[in-house]
C-alpha cells in the first residue's frame, strides 16, 4: 500500500467554492469564517453566486458524481462538465468560477507554499512499508481482504484547513482520497497519517465484505449503517486502537458523534477481534447496535 500526494489548482478551487456555499453539512463553517477574515467579506455577487451553486449541486449524489471528477480527476473540468450538465447548469457553473478567480487566486498563493510542505513531509513519512504492511494485514484480517501483497498506490489530494482543524474524505471516486491539511501543525503528523487511513479503510477495505454484511444481514437497519461502518473504521483510525498503537495517536472527542461516551466499548470490542484475528461479523455488528440503540 502507498500513498501518491497531489496538490491540484482545479481540486482547491472547487473545494474552496463548495464549502463557501455550504451546500452540504459536512462543509466547514470555520473554514469560511476564516477565508471570510482573511479575504474579505462576501460581496452581494458572490453570495448570490453560491445560493446558485448550492441549488445546482443539491440537484446532485453527495459524492462521486461528475464534479468531483471533474475538478480532482482530468486536467480540463470544462470539457467534461460541458458533456455532464444541462447548458444552463454549465454556464452558471463557469459563472461562478469566474466571479471567485480573484479571490481565490490570492487565496491559493497562501495555501500552496503550506500544501506543498506538507506534500514534501507526508512523501517521507506515509510510505514506510514495515509499518504499512502491518497495517494492512491486520485490516485484511479485520475486513476479510486480501490486499498485503498487492502493488496499490492511493491518490491523496491535498486541501486547505485550519490550524486546528483537518479531515479527510472517499468522496472523489474510487481511487482517490482528500485530505484537508495546509495549515494543520506539521508536529501532527501522524495525526495526518491517521486520518490517511481511516479514508482508505472507507475506499477499498469496508466495500468487498463488511459493507454488503451489513446491508444483506441488516437491511431492515439501512439508517444504522453509516454508524456501523464509520463507527468501526473510528475505533481503528485515526485516534482508535491502531491510530494509538501503532502512530502514538491520543484518543480524542471526534468521529464517534453522539455515541462518543461509548468510545471505550467500541475499543475493546475491536481490540478483541484485532487480538484474535478475526473477521468482522455479524456478531460484531449485533454488539455495535446493541450500544448505539442502548
Keep these: ?48 453566486t453560491l445560493k446558485v451553486f448550492k441549488k445546482i449541486r443539491s440537484k446532485y449524489k453527495p459524492a462521486k458524481t461528475c464534479f468531483e471528477q471533474a475538478f480532482f480527476s482530468v486536467k480540463n473540468p470544462w470539457q467534461l462538465l460541458t458533456t455532464t450538465l444541462n447548458p444552463t447548469e454549465y454556464q452558471n457553473i463557469r459563472k461562478i468560477f469566474i ?33 504499512n504492511q502491518k497495517i494492512t ?10 490486499f498485503t501483497n498487492k502493488n496499490i498506490t492511493i491518490n491523496v489530494y491535498l486541501l486547505p484547513s485550519t490550524p ?27 495525526h495526518a497519517l491517521a486520518i490517511l487511513w481511516h479514508e482508505t479503510i472507507h475506499l477499498i477495505f469496508e466495500k468487498q465484505y463488511f459493507y454488503p454484511l451489513i446491508s444483506q444481514k441488516y437491511g431492515y437497519l439501512q439508517k444504522d449503517k453509516i454508524f456501523i461502518n464509520e463507527i468501526t473504521a473510528a475505533s481503528l483510525f485515526p485516534k482508535g486502537i491502531l491510530g494509538q498503537e501503532l502512530l502514538k495517536n491520543k484518543p480524542g472527542p471526534l468521529y464517534f458523534g453522539k455515541f462518543h461516551r461509548q468510545k471505550g466499548k467500541f475499543f475493546r470490542i475491536m481490540k478483541s477481534y484485532i487480538t484474535q484475528k478475526k473477521n468482522l461479523d455479524t456478531h460484531y455488528i449485533e454488539n455495535i447496535l446493541f450500544i448505539i440503540n442502548k
Excluded at 137 to 146: F, G, H, Q, R, V
Aim: include cysteine.
Design 1 to 48: 500500500m502507498k500513498f501518491r500526494f497531489i496538490i491540484s489548482k482545479w481540486g482547491n478551487f472547487y473545494f474552496f467554492i463548495q464549502n463557501l456555499s455550504e451546500w452540504h453539512f459536512s462543509c466547514r463553517k470555520k473554514y469560511n469564517a476564516l477565508w471570510q477574515k482573511e479575504l474579505g467579506s462576501l460581496s452581494l455577487e458572490e453570495k448570490q
Design 99 to 131: 466571479t471567485f478567480q480573484n479571490k481565490f487566486e490570492k487565496f491559493y498563493h497562501k495555501e500552496y507554499p503550506l500544501l506543498e510542505q506538507w506534500q514534501k513531509l507526508l512523501e517521507k513519512t506515509a510510505n514506510k512499508k514495515i509499518l
Design 137 to 146: 494485514k491486520i485490516l485484511d484480517n479485520l475486513y476479510k481482504t486480501k
Design 164 to 190: 486546528d482543524t483537518t479531515g479527510g474524505g472517499a468522496n472523489i471516486d474510487e481511487k482517490n482520497i482528500s485530505l484537508e491539511i495546509s495549515r494543520y501543525p506539521t508536529k501532527k503528523n501522524n
